[in-house]
């Protein structure tokens, strides 16, 4: 019979015997290693009790299963979980987002970073797909000048990261700024 399993959302310390293996073998290679992002983990409690350590998984087109959480931590577990250079345009625009509106709101919510101000509801979120991250502003037909992308909805607008561009920092700043003023989207 196979076990049955439960998922409590908590961070993993890597161990730190393993941590000085991998850095025993780096240093017999003679190599420099980058070192890489410490990915949140979950415990999966399995019906025995044993505890086991699970990476979050991906889904379609890259993008990182988090569980909907309120706060800095589960958006900080997803950036970290986007894959390649995804994460750090995640981490790019996070930054962003928290040096213009430092009274930033964040959650987790259907598998995507929100990001919002306290009673005023959501102004964007970002998501992962497998060539591109799109951003989304709720109430981006409002902002000056309009974001690219059209939705089917008539009041949010989206821009869309491909691996290489270069994001014009000022603009999203502004769309930011400006997104952060209006009245957010209330689920």
Request: glycine letters at 6%.
């Amino acid at each position: 019979m196979a076990d049955k399993t439960s998922i409590k959302s908590t961070r993993v310390a890597p161990k730190a015997a393993k941590r000085r293996e991998q850095s025993a073998k780096s240093s017999a290679r003679g190599s420099v290693t980058k070192k890489l992002p410490t990915v949140p983990k979950a415990i999966v409690t399995t019906s025995n009790g044993r505890a086991i350590a699970a990476k979050p998984a991906l889904l379609s087109g890259g993008n990182p299963q988090i569980a909907k959480a309120d706060g800095d931590a589960p958006v900080q577990a997803y950036i970290a979980a986007m894959p390649g250079w995804k994460s750090e345009v995640g981490r790019r625009l996070d930054a962003l987002i928290v040096r213009t509106v430092p009274e930033v709101r964040k959650a987790v919510k259907w598998n995507s970073p929100f990001y919002g101000i306290e009673g005023q509801g959501w102004f964007l979120s970002f998501h992962c797909f497998t060539k591109y991250i799109k951003v989304a502003f709720f109430r981006g037909a409002s902002l000056s000048p309009v974001p690219p992308v059209e939705s089917k909805d008539k009041d949010v607008r989206y821009f869309h990261i491909f691996e290489g561009d270069q994001m014009d920092e000022k603009l999203v700043a502004s769309w930011v700024e400006q997104a952060s003023k209006l009245p957010g989207w209330i689920p």
